[in-house]
């Protein structure tokens, strides 16, 4: 089963690298140019065999994110095995590293996929922990307030996207675990930033995605969140 889990992970992948730069066309915001020199085959194979049809640091960018996913899948396999906590685990991370990578690629974080997002993880959570009602607004609360007061104190370092994502995550684990994955988020993009102001990299400001920080965070969270629940 773990092989089985790690060829569906691998397929996962190939789809979010589809889907990362389709949906972004249908962007609110300014329009991003659409890739059109990206393979539509799985970009491992691709790497193996030696036929590149494009631009080779994307071909390795798109196998990393195949690779990952096969990890991933198989990774939860082995930890968590047939439950509910597997489903959740490997949704959520589908969902955050599809968000990831566009904002990765395009600087856009979409309205059409954090809005439901929020919406049915705050249902679901209602729903299913009433007891932890108190803990999954004051999650959502908290991860909203934190982004959006440092959006306003220090713009153009954090953009709106970011402040919907960082809700999402509060929402999705609650207080205080959504700490976790907001400081593991923050921390990973700290070390990035300090690494191009001591490389003097121009432009790093408008360059950096935060969202895939974010998206890091909640990933980690996930993977100890569901080894918890059934440990």
């Known amino acids: 089963m773990v092989i089985v889990f790690a ?25 991003p140019k659409p890739v059109t020199s990206r393979s539509n085959g799985l970009a491992v194979l691709e790497l193996l065999t030696g036929r590149a049809p494009f631009k ?39 969902f955050f590293l599809l968000i990831a990578m566009i904002d990765f690629k395009y600087r856009l974080v979409l309205n059409v996929l954090t809005y439901p997002a929020i919406v049915a993880m705050l249902v679901l959570n209602l729903v299913a922990m009433p007891d932890q009602a ?34 999402l995550i509060g929402v999705a684990f609650g207080f205080p675990q959504m700490l976790l994955a907001l400081l593991v988020g923050a921390g990973i993009g ?14 790093w ?17 996930l993977l100890s969140h569901s080894v918890l629940i059934l440990g």
């Not at 982004?147 to 809700?167: N, Q």
């Not at 400001?205 to 969270?221: D, E, H, N, R, T």
């Open 7 to 31: 060829i569906i992970g691998w397929a996962v992948g190939w789809v979010i690298n589809r889907l990362s730069d389709y949906l972004p066309r249908f962007a609110v915001e300014e329009k």
């Open 56 to 94: 080779r640091s994307w071909l390795l960018f798109d196998a990393l994110v195949e690779l990952a996913s096969a990890a991933f899948f198989a990774l939860m396999w082995t930890q968590v095995g047939a439950s509910v906590a597997l489903v959740y685990a490997l949704c959520g991370y589908a």
């Open 134 to 167: 108190r803990q999954i607004l004051l999650g959502g609360a908290m991860a909203f307030g934190i982004f959006f007061l440092t959006s306003v104190l220090r713009p153009g370092e954090l953009g709106g996207g970011d402040v919907k994502l960082a809700t």
């Open 190 to 203: 700290g070390v990035v930033v300090v690494f191009l102001l001591v490389s003097r990299k121009a432009g």
């Open 205 to 221: 400001k408008s360059q950096i995605a935060y969202a895939p920080f974010l998206c890091l965070g909640a990933m980690v969270l």
